[in-house]
């Protein structure tokens, strides 16, 4: 069974830093592309950032670029999201997805976790 489970949300004041952690099982992560795909109330999923199987190819939305890092671990079955400076619109659940490429469409991805709460606020 695939399971992606992230870690690392909580309650950070405006200009504050979380790292969050996506740690996978049941799947070989080295034949993966990994991405960050949030989700605030009442609005759609956004795709936030994205890192191809070798990591040497890496997307970020432009709402984040300069400010989040996507990283990822193979060996550790392991990909982050270090976030710094966030802003209160940055406040949402935060998921990892898998997919055979990089990706934007959350369409592509084929599994996601369950999500971390990012809570932005002062």
């Known amino acids: 069974e695939v399971q992606l489970v992230e870690s690392g949300g909580g309650l950070v004041q405006p200009g504050g830093s979380l790292r969050l952690s996506c740690a996978a099982s049941g799947l070989r992560l080295s034949s993966y592309s990994m991405s960050w795909v949030r989700q605030a109330p009442g609005k759609g999923p956004e795709w936030v950032a994205g890192i191809n199987i070798d990591g040497d190819k890496i997307g970020g939305a432009d709402s984040v670029k300069g400010r989040f890092v996507i990283s990822r671990e193979n060996t550790k079955k392991a990909v982050d999201l270090q976030m710094n400076n966030l802003k209160p619109e940055d406040a949402a659940v935060y998921y990892c997805?898998?997919?055979?490429?990089?990706?934007?469409?959350?369409?592509?991805?084929?599994?996601w976790g369950q999500g971390t709460q990012v809570t932005v606020s002062s």
């Open positions: 997805a898998v997919s055979t490429g990089l990706y934007v469409l959350p369409s592509y991805y084929t599994h």
